[in-house]
């Protein structure tokens, strides 16, 4: 079973930067791709990046330009750096693996953006 932990979420002023960290329990290589999801309250799921086994990436048009995802091998992590936060932005962050059929999802780690 995959396990995905998610951190580095927390409490930023606008315009602040953070690093989400997502480790997994088996090498990231083996994934097609993985994901950061966000869900603000009262609103669905959304796609924010995606990052595929080749090195390819994707962000939403909401975070192009502030939102950059990458991932280390050597240690089984996707990060996703989040700079020129807003308060939009304020939201549970996910983590997903893709691997065959199967989705994986972490805990989801907090990330809040306020004065």
């Known amino acids: 079973q995959v396990q995905l932990v998610e951190s580095g979420g927390g409490l930023v002023q606008p315009g602040g930067s953070l690093r989400l960290s997502c480790t997994a329990s088996?090498?990231?290589?083996?994934?097609?791709?993985m994901a950061w999801y966000r869900q603000a309250p009262g609103k669905e799921r959304e796609l924010v990046a995606t990052i595929t086994r080749d090195g390819s990436t994707n962000s939403a048009d909401s975070v192009k330009g502030r939102f950059t995802i990458s991932g280390s091998i050597a240690k089984n992590t996707v990060y996703l750096h989040m700079n020129s936060l807003k308060p939009e932005d304020t939201a549970v962050y996910y983590c997903?693996?893709?691997?065959?059929?199967?989705?994986?999802w972490g805990q989801g780690t907090q990330v809040t953006v306020s004065s």
């Open positions: 088996e090498s990231i290589f083996n994934f097609a791709a």
């Open positions: 997903n693996a893709r691997l065959g059929s199967q989705n994986y």
